[in-house]
Nanobody, 114 residues
Framework: VQLVESGGGLVQPGGSLRLSCAAS????????MRWYRQAPGKEREFVAR????????NYADSVKGRFTISRDDGKNTVYLQMNSLKPEDTAVYYC????????WGQGTQVTVSS
């Protein structure tokens, strides 16, 4: 099983990034996919989730209206489009696959700074 995040980097406040998470080794389409993040010195926190089939999405209040989660089951990939980024969005972003098992990626760093 592998989850490989990409797309992180340094961006100015107000900017945008799109994170990707490529999955392999399990039946991607059957899993709920989630994004979490962990800022320095803080607990890992939930960011967004999308159900199997993509019918339902949920967001943390702190990102609602700015971030959009989506999935492409044909490419076994989940995305997180992040707009209007703020310095407080700075964190390592992790991809998570959840069904009966719980799989995690290694994370990708997002830094929002001028």
């Amino acid at each position: 099983v592998q989850l490989v995040e990409s797309g992180g980097g340094l961006v100015q406040p107000g900017g945008s990034l799109r994170l990707s998470c490529a999955a392999s080794g399990f039946t991607f389409s059957r899993y709920q996919m989630r994004w979490y993040r962990q800022a320095p010195g803080k607990e890992r926190e939930f960011v967004a989730r999308i159900t199997s089939g993509g019918g339902t999405t949920n967001y943390a209040d702190s990102v609602k209206g700015r971030f959009t989660i989506s999935r492409d089951d044909g490419k076994n990939t989940v995305y997180l489009q992040m707009n209007s980024l703020k310095p407080e969005d700075t964190a390592v972003y992790y991809c998570n696959a959840y069904r009966f098992n719980d799989y995690w990626g290694q994370g990708t760093q997002v830094t929002v700074s001028s």
